[in-house]
């Protein structure tokens, strides 16, 4: 059974979506199952994406001087 999306880490949901990639690269998977991989891969790939904008809206917070420009680094932009 798989754990729901919101109960794990960014490195958990990584890693369970690296095993439904190799899972779909083998191509030993019957259609229908591919079907449900490929739906929680999404899914995952979103919860991944989410979690690495929440983190860099803290190291934003983070390196913000008191007059609100950064301080040493500059904002990243993940596509």
Same mark, same amino acid.
């Given at each position: ?9 960014? +490195? *958990?949901? @990584?890693?369970?979506? $690296?095993?439904? /990639?190799?899972?779909?690269?083998? !191509? ?20 991944? +994406? *989410?979690? @690495?904008?929440?983190? $860099?809206?803290? /190291?934003?917070?983070?390196?913000? !001087? ?14």
């Amino acid at each position: 059974m798989t754990a729901p999306l919101s109960d794990l880490s960014f +490195e *958990q949901a @990584l890693a369970e979506l $690296e095993t439904l /990639v190799e899972k779909l690269e083998s !191509g030993n998977v019957p259609l229908e199952e591919s079907i449900a991989l490929y739906e929680r891969g999404a899914a995952l790939k979103a919860h991944c +994406e *989410q979690k @690495l904008k929440a983190a $860099e809206e803290k /190291v934003a917070q983070i390196t913000q !001087g008191p007059d609100g420009q950064a301080t040493g680094a500059a904002p990243v932009e993940i596509n």
